[in-house]
């Protein structure tokens, strides 16, 4: 069920102020509050590599002459993976990332590699070092970069939470708003909240039986559930 922000801040004025009609909530604790849950949303998406935060980015070169820089989404955090780049127009491959302070260990017509430079202020850009003719890839080529999105800024009462588990956001925000009100409730809260993240993280990143196995397992192993030691 998808929660969004209005649900969010009623379930917080309904500890708050004892009140869930987010009518009845002045302008300046709304905005106020607001802060407090998109800081609080920006903590959760840094602590991990959530899942629900994975994209998968196609996109095509466009310029006739074709390019090796490429501006990536706004929402940009980091890489997942190894970008797929069809660099000649026919062959989809793998590029690796190095560091912009790394570059010079690699040979420039031979290494295919790309290199990401920028910041949340002005933007990431993708370097792509294809060993094309002058390092450039042809024009219409093929791009899929995986990454991980920084969540999008809550603003209108319809929008819809990211956070796995949106009483992380509740929870916290009173423990916030506590704090700044020096009511000692906030130690709780924060440690309540603190439980609610340390769950996510659990359930996020504990490996189920579905989950990909890549480990060798011998044949006793395989056919009767036999492990040596056990």
Known sequence: MAI????VQSRIAGVIDQDQDTDNIGTEDYSLRLNYINRRERKWAEVAKWQALYVEW?????????????????????LSGFPKITSDGVNSELFTL???QDEGQMTKTSNKYVKILGNPADGYTMWINSTNSGNHLVSGASIMIPYFKNPASLASPTNVVTCLNPDYLIQGTIADIWESLGDERYLQAKADA??????????????????YDDRVRTTDTTRYGFRWGA
């Open 58 to 78: 196609n996109t095509l070169t466009s310029v006739s002459t074709g390019n090796a820089s490429l501006s990536l989404p706004s929402d940009f955090r980091t």
């Open 98 to 100: 190095v560091k912009g």
């Open 194 to 211: 603190n439980i609610i993240l340390q769950n996510m993280l659990e359930v996020e990143f504990t490996p189920t039986k579905a989950s």
């Open 4 to 7: 969004t922000l209005d649900d």
